[in-house]
């Protein structure tokens, strides 16, 4: 782990180092996703079972083997034990509530002169969503997904999602029935973002692609970008921590090893202008570190990638995590909302000693897919404005033409568009 001080010499080096931690070298993977992508659009079905075989260990016998069953949803929900079929409901409730609340509205305004000026929101007609599913499956992954585009009211959803050796997690299937999603399909990786963005004999082509994924998801989503629009280019999961004396030493220790138990990848920063917590965490950081399950991943990714920053002051500290532009940040502070005008660039912000990011990943409402590497100084959270697309409306009256027609045909003219001026013109009442 990387323990340094901003008053350290060779701060910046190491500070650089951490500015880079979400870069992906996508480089190295371009030429195989490019293939698998021209083999999906060329061969379809056909390659996606090549695919299924080499990647995921098993091999569709038809077509049919590749969607999942509604009955077999069924069945998963069914067979959930009631407490946890419970907290996927409260889950469902609340992140829907919190979406619903962010749905778009259209509006019109009118001028005196009869000029009507405005904006109509629609959905798009379908949207593909990815689900990780290899090393692990993420329930919680698709009801962040689907849940706002079904605010949205996209009509067809489509979901992909990996089945290493034909075998499907209950869980996962369990949340499908339960947001009633009927088009789940057993396939992983950049095949499924090419058949999504392609379309195959029974997976449609979608308008939008969204949903986390490795490094051949993300260059995948990538390079079919504009042929179908996409959420983001995710990468490692991450975690910032603001705190100071108030802070408790072994939450915000469990809190970073949240992130790091991801996978290696993950990044785990606290910066604080408090040595004695900061030496505090580090301790209490091994002492949870031999509890864990996920042990070997979560130590390694502290180890290679994670860091406790010891500034001058809180200011310095905010400024420092505002260039980081955390995808989670947790703010463990004695006036936590009092710091909060100061931060800019975060993909969610946890604030107080009783928020772990944890509750956002599961049951507080706000979708957990968020932008990571730096990207939330430009991208937002996953949200219904995703899956809807705004239309300009524009409406004059031959009184409202004739007041400013001529400045548009003059400026028309200047540009040298004869057409445009001259369309223009012609509905002028001289």
């Known amino acids: 782990m990387m323990f340094i001080q901003s008053s350290d010499n060779d701060f910046s080096k190491n500070f650089e180092e951490l500015l880079g931690r979400g870069k992906?070298?996508?480089?190295?993977?371009?030429?195989?996703?490019?293939?698998?992508?021209?083999?999906?659009?060329?061969?379809?079905?056909?390659?996606?079972?090549?695919?299924?075989?080499?990647?995921d260990n098993w091999t569709p016998k038809s077509d049919t083997d590749l969607k999942i069953s509604?009955?077999?949803?069924?069945?998963?929900?069914?067979?959930?034990?009631?407490?946890?079929?419970?907290?996927?409901?409260?889950?469902?409730?609340?992140i829907k509530v919190y979406h619903?609340?962010?749905?778009?509205?259209?509006?019109?305004?009118?001028?005196d002169n009869g000029t009507i000026l405005g904006q109509k929101v629609t959905a798009v007609d379908s949207a593909g969503l990815y689900?990780?599913?290899?090393?692990?499956?993420?329930?919680?992954?698709?009801?962040?997904?689907?849940?706002?585009?079904?605010?949205?009211?996209?009509?067809?959803?489509?979901?992909?999602t990996p089945t290493p050796d034909n075998e499907p997690n209950e869980l996962?299937?369990?949340?499908?029935?339960?947001?009633?999603?009927?088009?789940?399909?057993?396939?992983?990786?950049?095949?499924?973002?090419?058949?999504?963005?392609?379309?195959?004999?029974?997976?449609p082509k979608v308008d939008v692609i969204t949903g986390p994924g490795n490094i051949f998801v993300a260059t995948a989503k990538k390079m079919v970008f504009g042929d179908v629009n996409i959420d983001m280019i995710a990468g490692p999961s991450e975690i910032g921590v603001l705190a100071d004396d108030s802070a408790n030493a072994n939450h915000l220790a469990i809190d970073l090893l949240s992130q790091a138990e991801h996978d290696?990848?993950?990044?785990?920063?606290?910066?604080?202008?408090?040595q004695k917590l900061a030496d505090a965490v580090k301790i209490e950081i091994e002492n949870w570190l031999v509890k864990l399950?996920?042990?070997?991943?979560?130590?390694?990714?502290?180890?290679?990638?994670?860091?406790?920053?010891?500034?001058?002051?809180?200011?310095?500290?905010?400024?420092?995590?505002?260039?980081?532009?955390?995808?989670?940040?947790?703010?463990?502070?004695?006036?936590?909302?009092?710091?909060?005008?100061?931060?800019?660039?975060?993909?969610?912000i946890f604030l107080g000693h009783n928020t772990p990011e944890a509750i956002g990943d599961y049951v507080a409402g706000p979708n957990h897919t968020l932008p990571t590497g730096g990207t939330a100084k430009f991208y937002s959270p996953l949200g219904v404005e995703n899956f809807m697309k705004k239309t300009s409306i524009i409406s004059f009256s031959q009184k409202a033409i004739n007041e400013i027609g001529e400045e548009c045909a003059l400026i028309a003219n200047t540009e040298g568009l004869t057409a445009h001026e001259q369309s223009v013109r012609v509905r002028l009442n001289k």
């Open 24 to 55: 992906m070298d996508m480089a190295h993977v371009s030429a195989i996703v490019g293939n698998i992508i021209s083999e999906i659009k060329e061969q379809k079905n056909s390659a996606l079972k090549e695919h299924i075989a080499k990647f």
């Open 70 to 94: 509604t009955e077999s949803m069924s069945k998963a929900y069914n067979e959930l034990e009631p407490k946890l079929k419970s907290a996927l409901h409260l889950a469902y409730d609340r």
């Open 100 to 111: 619903e609340k962010q749905k778009p509205k259209s509006w019109f305004d009118t001028e």
């Open 131 to 160: 689900i990780p599913g290899g090393k692990a499956a993420y329930p919680s992954s698709l009801l962040m997904n689907v849940i706002p585009a079904q605010v949205a009211g996209v009509a067809n959803i489509v979901v992909c």
């Open 172 to 203: 996962l299937l369990a949340a499908c029935h339960l947001c009633g999603v009927d088009q789940v399909y057993k396939v992983g990786g950049a095949s499924a973002i090419a058949a999504m963005a392609y379309g195959t004999e029974n997976i």
């Open 264 to 274: 290696e990848m993950a990044s785990s920063i606290l910066i604080t202008p408090s």
């Open 293 to 348: 399950p996920r042990q070997e991943i979560a130590r390694k990714s502290i180890e290679e990638r994670g860091a406790i920053i010891v500034t001058k002051d809180m200011d310095e500290a905010i400024k420092l995590m505002n260039d980081i532009a955390p995808e989670h940040l947790e703010v463990a502070t004695m006036s936590p909302f009092e710091l909060l005008p100061f931060i800019k660039h975060a993909g969610a």
